[in-house]
């Protein structure tokens, strides 16, 4: 497999990493802070990216979604694209669709902020930081921007990893056509994540450096029926998201629409790209901010059609902009709350727990719902310890997570 495939692993949703935490070696810098570099590695003053940006369909920027350095790119890019067609629209991935008619809502200023965030049940359908995206839904509602929800219902996706997509039954779909088949690049992509979520496997143990699969690898891990159905959940953002970006710019006074969803889902043009090919959609632009953690190569490879250089942000400076401490987990309900990825190096694994423990009392709390875990993590100081009770293959187990002071 390529070292291009390799490097786009870490930028997808599903990956343990973030990018902005993935490289220990900061790459060589290609794309200098402030200065935007296409593919061929020419550079661009912003009116002329713009101008074309203006002039495509589909803008799609990609993000890292924990990473406020992306949301402030991201709202600079879209400002600077409406200044030239006001006509623009946006597409969020962080909204399933059953969330519409209280976007239509926020936009048309008939819900306040906490309310509206009430209304979608933020800590639920996303749980990532939203001061980092509340910038751009109120340039959104200030302009009077129509907002489309991207995404689908976490459940749906849940039945589909479980089930596989051929045995959800229509009405279930939410309306989703059947995904277009994906690139032999893609499967390749997925199938190094999905290696990963095998504990112990044969291809690195939990806690190493993922190793470059073989082709053999490749063949074997496709073959699985888990990994199939782990495709399928991929496959179903990709289109979810496709389907709600060819509809917008069909409706009439709609000429563009950018859409702000993990760059994981744009990148080679692989996921969501793809899908939009395959309904006879061509004009796509892929963006993202390049801060030097991946490597120049993969720009020159075709990874985005351009970059923005960004200051690279650490860890550290992460958690100061948000000024409380972080467990570090992914939570899902799924007959409970469920932690489905950690952080590397965070506060959960360093505290022993594992990916699959139904969280089922935090702080002397039951929980019920994800958002009871996401509560109780906010109101937890700095230097303090938070109790909590997991339940892991049908036994009860008691763990004390502790945050460090902070600096």
Avoid at 35 to 46: E, R
Wanted: aromatic share 8%.
């Amino acid at each position: 497999m390529s070292n291009k495939i390799i490097k786009l692993v870490c930028l997808l949703s599903l990956c343990f990493l973030s990018t902005a935490f993935a490289a220990e070696k900061k790459a060589d810098i290609c794309v200098p802070e402030g200065m935007w570099i296409t593919s061929k590695g020419d550079s661009h003053d912003v009116a002329a990216i713009t101008h074309t940006l203006s002039k495509t369909k589909v803008v799609l920027l990609g993000e890292d979604h924990d990473n406020p350095e992306h949301h402030r790119w991201q709202l600079q890019t879209m400002s600077a694209i409406y200044a030239l067609e006001p006509g623009m629209v946006l597409g969020f991935e962080s909204f399933p669709r059953s969330t519409q008619k209280i976007l239509d809502k926020w936009v048309a200023g008939e819900i306040n902020e906490k309310d509206f965030l009430e209304a979608v049940d933020w800590e639920k359908i996303w749980r990532f930081n939203k001061d980092f995206y509340m910038p751009m839904f109120h340039f959104a509602r200030m302009n009077r921007i129509p907002m489309y929800a991207l995404n689908v219902n976490r459940e749906l996706v849940s039945k589909v990893g479980d089930r596989g997509w051929d045995n959800i039954p229509e009405k279930e779909r939410e309306g989703v056509s059947k995904p277009a088949e994906p690139t032999k690049d893609y499967v390749e992509v997925l199938a190094q994540v999905f290696s990963q979520h095998m504990p112990k496997h044969a291809h690195g143990g939990e806690g190493e450096e993922a190793a470059e699969l073989s082709d053999a690898d490749i063949q074997e891990i496709s073959e699985k029926p888990s990994f199939q159905r782990f495709l399928q959940g991929q496959l179903l953002w990709d289109r979810a998201m496709a389907e709600i970006f060819h509809s917008a710019i069909n409706k009439k006074g709609h000429p563009m629409i950018v859409g702000v969803l993990g760059a994981g889902h744009i990148m080679g043009n692989y996921g969501v790209p793809h899908q939009l090919n395959s309904m006879g959609l061509k004009s796509i632009k892929t963006l993202m901010a390049w801060d030097g953690t991946i490597e120049c190569q993969q720009l020159l490879d075709g990874a985005v059609d351009i970059a923005y250089g960004i200051v690279e942000i650490s860890r550290e400076e992460l958690e100061a902009e948000e000024d409380r401490p972080r467990l570090g987990v992914y939570l899902e309900h799924n007959e409970g709350v469920i932690i489905t990825r950690l952080v590397a190096g965070s506060v959960a694994e360093k505290t022993g727990i594992q990916i699959d423990d139904k969280v089922t009392n935090i702080a002397g709390k039951p929980v019920e719902k994800v958002s009871d875990v996401v509560k109780a993590v906010k109101a937890t100081a700095f230097g303090t310890w938070l109790p909590m009770t997991v339940n892991r293959d049908g036994k009860t187990v008691e763990l004390v997570a502790k945050f460090p002071a902070k600096n």
